[in-house]
């Protein structure tokens, strides 16, 4: 390889490596979490107001190093099949939601009702008894 | 000096369960004294904690991660410090032994028996499951004089196919999770959440009805850590405690410790205990998930979190060569991430039996009161176990319509704290008796799992609560 075409190659490869670093930092947990739910999802309408109270709601759950860890699995295109934390975070939106309540009728647009919380609304387990005696 | 006849340090299950007997058959005049390391936090500041509304309370008793060393951080032994101890902390599970888990030498020449046999603790079994009113089925693996005191949980739809193929080889998980309002417990509802548990359906020991600790011969003494005993010769004199500060000593006819398998070990060690095993073969046994996609088949319908047990890797003569199996079937709310599935799963949990090995230990740290715990690995016998879980679980899961299994990395913990002065009927080969009580000094009782002679893939929480109703009974 000529000594012009690799400085060229490794330059760009540096300007890539670049972006996506300053878009690692600057991008902000909400942003990536509503990423990951989004492309989880694709094939379910979501109510975008209420993905945004979700994140929102569930970031302040987590800490510096979660929030990290999940940037990290964006950035590498990890789904819920290769991580329980990506699996954790959709499968809390969609408990979250009226998804179950509607009978996980995948025509209508989900709406979050609230984060899934069983010591703020105990008895909500979509699958028990309650629901299928 | 203040004398007593009976001082009792803690008020977990063992503590709780040991003092329930002992007052039933001590005289009216009889001076108890118990020293409980934290203080009472009310289940209902817990909950409004949990709510984020801030009860003051959340710094009453110390995490239990600052109480000790932990010498490999890959290894967790969580408990709780306070009142009620475990039992505000514990999951509610409570199968018993089977009575093979107390012959493990004679039957499979594996580890040491235990001095103590099934027939001759199943009243005591059914004693603490009338008085922690536990939910179970009519059939079951293990014989039972009595039947449970509550109706068993709902199956879910696994489950239901499971106990069709297996019969009393799949059973509705015997629990401390109400499956009916009893008492001040409300019957569960499937939180999944049961360390502390949302609508106080759990057994604790703050909402048992068993009057112990407001009995009037009971003085209670709170933020009292017990450091030591004077031991001398074959019996224990006196006990050495810390409150507010202050470093106090009382002498007691008899003495019971009822903290945990690592701090009844620490005491004793601090104590300057004579007996060589004691601290050592700390252990619990090994467990992680199995995810199990199902093909068109909905998990739905449980009433509880573990809505059942399974024994077919349990019992059985390849116990001559690796560990017994329970399994456990998790009815936590999984959803399965694809379009028209959203249930179509089931996740169970495979715990296994380990052996006690040495090495595990307890022993005294920098700080007389903070004990360093030293966890290597589980045992090969338990290693085989798993592999040959492994090689098994499709064939048995082969009555449901399974698409794939797949296996989760292990749990940090069982959340048991077990072995460090396990009971034997040799006292070379053991700290403790039949009785609880000590092989050297005789008027003290060491109570609770540390006296487990072998690791089970049993919880562990009701075979001790009736090791403690045996004990005061036999003794008193």
């Known amino acids: ?133 | 000096m203040r004398h007593y006849d009976l001082i009792v340090a803690g008020t977990g299950f063992a503590s709780t369960f040991f003092l329930y007997k002992y007052l039933q058959k001590a005289p009216a005049n009889a001076k108890v004294l118990v020293l409980e390391r934290g203080h009472l936090y009310p289940h209902a500041d817990r909950l409004r904690d949990l709510r984020g509304e801030k009860s003051g309370l959340s710094k009453l008793n110390p995490n239990h991660g600052e109480t000790f060393v932990n010498k490999n951080p890959d290894k967790h032994w969580p408990f709780t410090v306070g009142f009620g101890g475990s039992s505000n902390c514990w999951y509610g599970c409570t199968p018993r032994f089977l009575p093979s888990d107390f012959r493990m030498k004679s039957k499979y020449g594996v580890a040491e028996d235990w001095p103590i046999q099934y027939d001759e603790l199943e009243p005591y079994y059914s004693e603490a499951e009338h008085l922690m009113n536990i939910s179970g089925p009519e059939d079951t693996p293990f014989p039972r004089n009595s039947k449970y005191p509550l109706p068993p949980h709902s199956f879910s739809t696994v489950d239901k196919v499971l106990h069709k193929a297996y019969g009393n080889q799949w059973i509705s998980q015997p629990t401390a999770r109400a499956s009916r309002a009893v008492g001040k417990r409300n019957p569960c509802c499937v939180s999944a959440s049961c360390s502390v548990c949302p609508v106080s359906a759990k057994f604790t020991i703050e909402n048992s009805e068993m009057i112990v600790y407001t009995d009037p011969r009971v003085e209670m003494s709170y933020g009292s850590l017990v450091t030591y005993l004077e031991l001398e010769q074959t019996q224990a004199k006196k006990i050495y405690f810390t409150k507010d500060g202050k470093d106090t000593a009382f002498s007691a006819d008899v003495f019971a410790l009822g903290t945990n398998a690592i701090f009844n070990a620490s005491i004793l060690l601090n104590s300057g205990d004579a007996h060589p095993l004691t601290g050592k073969g700390l252990g619990e046994q090994f467990g992680f998930d199995a995810v199990v996609h199902l093909k068109d088949m909905e998990n739905v319908g449980g009433s509880t979190w573990v809505t059942a047990n399974g024994y077919m890797l349990y019992d059985g003569d390849h116990r001559k060569n690796f560990a017994a199996c329970l399994m456990e079937s998790n009815n936590a709310p999984y959803v399965r991430l694809e379009s028209g599935k959203w249930r179509h799963l089931a996740t169970f949990r495979m715990i296994f039996e380990d052996l006690p090995q040495e090495e595990n230990q307890v022993a005294r740290g920098e700080d007389r009161n903070k004990p360093e715990v030293s966890f290597n690995k589980p045992s090969d016998y338990t290693l085989r176990g798993v592999r040959n879980l492994k090689e098994k679980l499709p064939s048995l899961l082969s009555v449901l319509p399974v698409e794939d299994i797949r296996y989760l990395e292990p749990y940090k913990t069982e959340a048991h704290i077990l072995g460090t002065t396990r009971m034997h009927a040799d006292s070379r080969k053991g700290v403790l008796d039949k009785n609880l009580l000590h092989h050297i000094y005789r008027n003290l009782f060491v109570l609770g799992s540390g006296s487990f002679t072998t690791f089970t893939p049993n919880n562990p929480t009701l075979t001790l609560s009736a090791l403690s109703l045996h004990a005061a009974d036999k003794s008193f």
């Open chain 1, 1 to 133: 390889m000529k000594r012009r075409k690799f400085l060229t190659i490794a330059g760009i490869g540096g300007v890539v490596a670049a972006l996506a670093s300053f878009r690692f930092i600057t991008n902000p947990f909400e942003n990536v979490a509503k990423g990951i739910i989004k492309s989880e999802l694709d094939y379910l309408k979501l109510d975008e107001e209420g993905l945004d109270r979700f994140v929102a709601d569930y970031s302040k759950l987590k800490d510096r190093n979660y929030k990290l860890t999940m940037k990290g699995y964006s950035l590498f295109g990890i789904n819920s099949e290769k991580s329980g934390k990506v699996h954790q975070l959709v499968s809390a939106y969609l408990l979250s939601s009226d998804f179950f309540q509607n009978k996980m009728d995948e025509g209508r647009t989900i709406r979050y009702v609230g984060l899934y919380d069983p010591y703020l609304r105990p008895c909500a387990h979509p699958f028990s008894h309650a629901q299928y005696a």
